[in-house]
């Protein structure tokens, strides 16, 4: 960190939500982004499948994705977030690919597109099997030469305190603790999913700006509305990485136990029904079954075709002695994405002034209950975006900017006691998965909040691992509460 401590806005968050928000600033507004763990730890950079996006009309329109996108959502979606993702997003998608993000492009250079679960046109761009970290690459490649930007790693946000003008941040950085200042916030902080036993989220998923923005007084809105993935690969270590949606986009078969198809028994549209749908039938036919056995069967196709679609994919599974182009993928589903969060309107505005929240931490709405496969990182560039251009409006209509004040803090405690956060997540894991238990939600609601009363009411030291649990519990409660007024 540099001894700067007062900055036009604050970037909590390092994803491709974060990053492209913070590129849309000129040179004259100076930026801080800061991330919890190295520039790369975020769910955005594990994004496998791409960015769905009408980039063309030919055979593909507006109202075709709009229409997918409510029936994946089962039309609990809201119509002008929607209309704003499907209308603006192919401009975003353009505009990173002008900043260099590469996509994958066919023998006659253009855009290869593919199909994932819940579409009904092959919209999709993307880079191999790797279009997060494509796209990371190419924005912090950026970010790193603009002037008006800094980039904090390892940094985490303690807490977030309204001021005059503006907000004080309390961080910690490499077990020091310093404070900044920033007329504006945008929390970008990602998902929740290191609240489950199982989930493809990296260890940063903690919720840590929806525990924030919730101490705030900020609004929570569907934060029980968790997609679960359904193609997650199995293995005996409990390792739990993405097995992309496009992999069954480009034809690949689920089998149960038996080595059978079984998707005609719960949804015509197959292997590429929603995500929700795929999820719960392989629950239901696990429990037809009596088994947890299911794979994934991509060996009809081409093996090198497979090796060069699906780079990443076929490297980890290999890591297990699995080869996709010969070998069936064990799969299971698990946690993987949070449709909702901080409530925000179609400018990524929460309803706490000057601040914001963009990306998989916050409730657009324009994912209704089930998010549509590659619709998230598109969700990213266009809110973001949004959010900087308000923000920018705001700042041309002369709203004062913060000043740093005397700071007096005392982090100083007791370590948190072993065991807190794996016990969140065996909570969880009974009472809130896939297909939820209500008796499990009321026991588990009642040890969550007195998980929540000992954090808070206890003198702890504020380490990473505190702050975690306190966004953990925070998170669960919320979970909890909503889905016990839904049973």
């Not at 002037?147 to 001021?163: G, K, M, Q, S």
């Not at 290999?318 to 010969?326: A, H, L, P």
């Not at 998980?451 to 702890?460: F, S």
């Amino acid at each position: 960190m540099t001894e700067k401590n007062v900055y036009d806005v604050l970037v909590v968050g390092s994803g491709v939500a974060g990053m492209y928000g913070a590129l849309q600033f000129e040179d004259d507004t100076s930026v801080l982004i800061m991330s919890k763990y190295s520039k790369t730890t975020s769910n955005s950079n594990l994004a496998q499948g791409g960015v769905a996006a009408v980039l063309s009309f030919e055979n593909d329109s507006y109202d075709l994705h709009i229409k997918d996108t409510f029936i994946a959502g089962r039309h609990e979606n809201d119509p002008e977030s929607v209309d704003v993702l499907v209308h603006e997003g192919p401009d975003d998608v353009r505009k990173v690919m002008e900043m260099g993000v590469r996509f994958d492009r066919d023998s006659e250079g253009q855009l290869d597109k593919t199909l994932e679960g819940g579409h009904s046109r092959r919209r999709i761009v993307h880079y191999k099997d790797c279009t997060g970290a494509e796209l990371v690459r190419g924005l912090l490649a950026q970010v790193e030469n603009r002037r008006n930007i800094e980039y904090a790693e390892n940094t985490v946000l303690c807490r977030l305190i309204r001021v005059r003008s503006g907000f004080r941040a309390d961080l910690m950085c490499d077990g020091e603790y310093f404070s900044v200042f920033c007329s504006y916030c945008m929390l970008c902080t990602g998902g929740i999913g290191r609240v489950y036993k199982y989930t493809t989220n990296p260890k940063s998923a903690t919720g840590d700006g929806i525990r924030i923005a919730y101490e705030l007084g900020a609004s929570i809105k569907n934060l029980s509305y968790i997609q679960f993935h359904p193609t997650a690969f199995n293995s005996e270590d409990g390792e739990q990485f993405l097995i992309s949606e496009s992999v069954r986009g480009e034809g690949a078969y689920l089998l149960n136990c038996n080595r059978e198809r079984f998707m005609d028994r719960y949804d015509e549209r197959l292997e590429l029904a929603p995500r929700d749908v795929v999820s719960k039938s392989i629950i239901l036919e696990s429990r037809r079954t009596g088994s947890n056995s299911f794979y994934l069967d991509i060996r009809h196709e081409d093996a090198g075709f497979l090796r060069e679609r699906f780079p990443a994919i076929s490297e980890g599974c290999m890591r297990y002695g699995v080869d996709i182009t010969k070998d069936l993928i064990p799969i299971f589903p698990c946690q993987h994405y949070l449709m909702g969060g901080i409530e925000v309107d179609i400018d990524s505005k929460t309803t706490v002034p000057r601040l914001y929240a963009c990306g998989e931490c916050s409730n657009t709405g324009v994912h209704g209950k089930n998010r549509l496969a590659s619709n998230s990182l598109l969700e990213a560039l266009v809110f973001s975006r949004r959010a900087a251009e308000d923000i920018k409006r705001c700042m041309a209509n002369g709203f004062a900017g913060v000043s740093a004040l005397p700071v007096q803090n005392d982090f100083s405690g007791a370590p948190i006691p072993d065991g807190v956060v794996s016990e969140i997540r065996s909570i969880m894991q009974r009472a809130y998965f896939v297909m939820p238990d209500p008796a499990a939600i009321r026991f588990g609601l009642k040890q969550i909040d007195n998980i929540l009363k000992r954090l808070k009411g206890g003198k702890y030291k504020w380490t990473v691992e505190y702050i975690e649990a306190l966004s953990l519990a925070t998170v669960a409660f919320i979970v909890l509460s909503e889905a016990e007024e839904n049973v």
